[in-house]
């Protein structure tokens, strides 16, 4: 199964998607997660992605893409894959279905999450004092959310004429949000014909999400 989770910055596409991926036996990418994991290791492609992350700007397509091939082809590979955070923009959509469509991946779904602006800034703001994300300040917060509306949400309509699109009220309790998701997903499932696949042996290394994979584009 592939799965695109669109949502605003705090929505919890992070939260969610770990979940999802337990469930339904497919690989979490995040590709805020890899990017930040090149910033730390210092890389070519952290060292460019740096400056954009920190101002709540966009990363380049090109270098988003270079980071998401590998972990997307493994995926499509196995289980499939829930993809947080990509595609941001029609461009990078158009991309991933270039990527996508050699490899006879399978139907795909596009999980919306929808939070208000309010609960959105707050939720970033209490996360900056506790982990020190350097973007979760509110003046980097503010223009993320703005860059979403702006580049984002229009990725609704586009898979609104092309995919199954699920909208989900993410601001009820995490619980309530897994639950929604859940029941929504297993729906479509059905109405789509998509098998679960078998569950994974938590024993086999292969099945480690691939957004705690080593960055790949370092290599
Ligand atoms: P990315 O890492 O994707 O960040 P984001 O979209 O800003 O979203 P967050 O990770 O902040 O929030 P989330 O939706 O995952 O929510 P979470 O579960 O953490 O991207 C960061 C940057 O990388 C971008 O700005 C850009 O520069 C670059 N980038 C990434 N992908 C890119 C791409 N494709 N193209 C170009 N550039 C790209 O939850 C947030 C908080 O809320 C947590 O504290 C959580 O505990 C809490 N929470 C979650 N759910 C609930 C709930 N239901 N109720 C109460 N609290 C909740
Ligand atoms: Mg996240």
Known sequence: MRLLLIGPPGSG???QATFIAERYGVDHISSGDLLRRHVA???AIGRAAAACIDRGDLVPDALVMDILRKPVEAASRRGGYILDGFPRTVA????????????????RIA???????????RRLLHRGTQTGRTDDTAEVIAHRLDVFAASTAPLLDYYAARETVISVDGEQP????????????DRARRRLGIALPPQR???????APASDAAPSAAR
């Open 201 to 207: 042996d938590a024993d086999d290394p292969r099945s």
């Open 41 to 43: 290791s210092g890389s």
């Open 92 to 107: 990078q959509a158009e991309a991933a279905y270039r990527v996508a469509e050699p490899l006879g991946a399978s139907v």
């Open 174 to 185: 995490v619980e309530d949000v897994t639950r929604a998701i859940a029941d929504e997903l």
């Open 111 to 121: 999980l919306h999450l929808s939070v208000s602006r309010e609960e959105l800034t």
């Open 13 to 15: 596409k992070g939260t």
